[in-house]
Every structure is written in C-alpha cells, then in structure tokens.
C-alpha cells in the first residue's frame, strides 16, 4: 500500500485521531468496557446475557461509517502490492497475535496505553518492533524474499 503524501492532511489525521481517543473514552466512561476490536468482535462467539445487541450497533457502525463517509468525499484507491495468499497469510498472523497478546491494537495501543497499562504499553511495544522489522526485512534486506 501507499501513501500519496501530497495529499496527506495533518489536520484530518489528528481529527481522526482525536476522534478515535474520544470514542474509546466515552465507551470506557459509559460501558466500563474497553473498546478492543478483537474482544468486541470475539464476544459474539460466546455472549453474555444482554452482550450481543451492543456488540453488532458497535461493529456495525464501524462497517457503516466508511459507507457514510463514502456519501460525502471519494474514497482513495489504495494500491497493495501483495498476493491474495500474502494477505491471508498476514491476517492469520495477526489474529493470532491478538490470541497471544490479550487483545489487538486498538485495545492495547489506543485503550491500553491510554490507561498505562503495563501489558499494553509492552504488546504495543512488541507489535511495533515487529511490525517495523518485517517492513525492513521485506523491504530493504538485499536478497530477502527476491528484493
């Protein structure tokens, strides 16, 4: 994937970012829950009593608002410069990694860390280094996976 970086807006990031803070908080605040993606989406497997209706208005408005946006502005194309069997690939390493590490980015890195949590601040961490790695490794090792 790639970023245009003319038309890279800092303002809209740090809305966006702003937003997403924001939103966790108020979840937190109202729910006493963490707003993990992983542990929202992973709930529907086994609910509560009273746990399933929240758990789709949350993941469906997550789905709904790109949707909404879209109504508004165009979308960029992202171009991702990977095989279907790359992205599978990617995605089983990632949904095991949020198994292993208690949680995904967003609950650890956005909800964990906002808290200081230690668990958080060191999957964070692991995730980081790991995510900075294989971008070096893929990317810049002479030799490494025909580059």
Not at 6 to 22: K, R, S, T, V, Y
Not at 48 to 54: E, N
């Amino acid at each position: 994937m790639t970023i245009d970086w003319n038309a890279f807006n800092p303002e809209a990031a740090a809305a966006g970012g702003i937003l997403i803070g924001l939103a966790a908080a108020i979840f937190v605040l109202l729910n006493g829950r963490i707003a993990g993606i992983s542990g929202v989406l992973g709930g529907l497997f086994k609910p509560a009593r009273g746990d399933f209706a929240w758990r789709v208005a949350f993941l469906a408005g997550m789905l709904a608002a790109p949707l909404v946006y879209a109504l508004s502005t165009e979308l960029p194309q992202p171009r991702i410069d990977a095989g279907a069997g790359t992205l599978v690939l990617a995605g089983l390493l990632v949904g095991m990694g949020t198994r292993y590490g208690s949680g995904c980015t967003s609950g650890h890195g956005v909800c964990g860390i906002s808290r200081l949590s230690p668990r958080s601040l060191g999957a964070t961490a692991a995730f980081m280094v790991a995510g900075f790695g294989t971008v070096f490794v893929l990317r810049h090792a002479p030799g490494f996976w025909g580059a």
